[in-house]
């Protein structure tokens, strides 16, 4: 429970940090892009626009008049204009896109806002686990280098017992349980997901909860013991045969 508490607290403060800065507003749509790719703000008008304007924050990104696009410092070369829908898209995207977009036109009533977040590639989630009071902590994180919106990034596990359909970084499982065999732990925001898997077996020390395997060995080891010592018996009884034969036949 406190775990969800700080991790609503700190998305609370992150999006009123921004609303104070005036780099979003209520009215802005969200777009997620991703490091070294692309992103295109869709605008989806029904109409050609005959001028059109987009600019981040105050800064000019690119522009289309009498028929002639422009695109602007750190954008040119990066930008394509639609002049006929006015969708933007940008390319090669780095950290420093992130932020507020908008887009004027004589020919759309008001302004169309977006915020652009610019996550890194998500790695895939590392799996750790440890005994602790009779049960198996299997923990699920991103590694800590990872330091893109780290609150966009949502947990949720897969197996088939009844704790596995609860998202949480953290898992438990009983050892007088029947443990599933292995367990996967999936990262997503809202782009990419990637998943990762452990086999719990990996988690308990000899003395736990695999002592039954070393009863099967110390049942099969009882077994072949048995079985030697049947036929070392077999092996004497043909012995003292051959005796009594060449006995006789002196």
């Known amino acids: ?4 508490i700080q991790k609503l607290l700190g998305l609370f403060f992150f999006l009123t940090a921004l609303l104070k800065q005036g780099f979003i507003s209520c009215g802005s749509q969200r777009v997620y892009g991703i490091v070294h ?6 605008i989806a008008s029904n109409e ?3 001028e059109i304007l987009w600019k981040k924050q105050k800064d000019k990104v690119a522009e289309w008049e009498n028929s002639e696009g422009r695109a602007f410092s750190p954008f040119k070369n990066r930008t394509y204009l639609d002049p006929v829908s006015g969708d933007l898209t940008i390319f090669n995207l780095t950290s420093s896109d992130e932020g507020k977009y908008e887009m004027e036109s004589p020919n759309i009533t008001g302004t169309k806002t977006f915020f652009l977040y610019v996550l890194e590639h998500l790695p895939s989630p590392r799996l750790t686990c440890a005994l602790t009071n009779g049960s198996i902590e299997v923990l699920c994180r991103i590694l ?3 330091k893109s919106h780290r609150e966009l990034t949502e947990y949720s596990w897969d197996c088939p ?9 953290k898992m438990y499982f009983k050892l007088d349980d029947e443990l599933p065999q292995t367990i996967q732990c999936t990262a997503s925001n809202p782009l990419v997901n990637k998943t990762s898997s452990i086999v ?11 002592r039954n395997r070393y009863v099967f060995i110390a049942v099969l080891s ?15 009884i043909l012995k003292c045969d051959r005796k ?7």
Not at 37 to 42: A, G, P, S
């Open 1 to 4: 429970m406190q775990y969800y």
């Open 37 to 42: 790719e692309k992103v295109t703000f869709n």
């Open 48 to 50: 050609p626009l005959k």
């Open 144 to 146: 800590e280098h990872y």
């Open 161 to 169: 017992m009844e704790q596995c359909k609860h998202n949480s970084t």
């Open 200 to 210: 719990l077996e990996t988690c308990v020390p000899n003395s736990g909860h695999s």
């Open 222 to 236: 009882g077994v072949i013991t048995i079985i030697a010592c049947i036929v070392l018996y077999m092996c004497g």
């Open 244 to 250: 009594t034969d060449r006995n006789n036949s002196s």
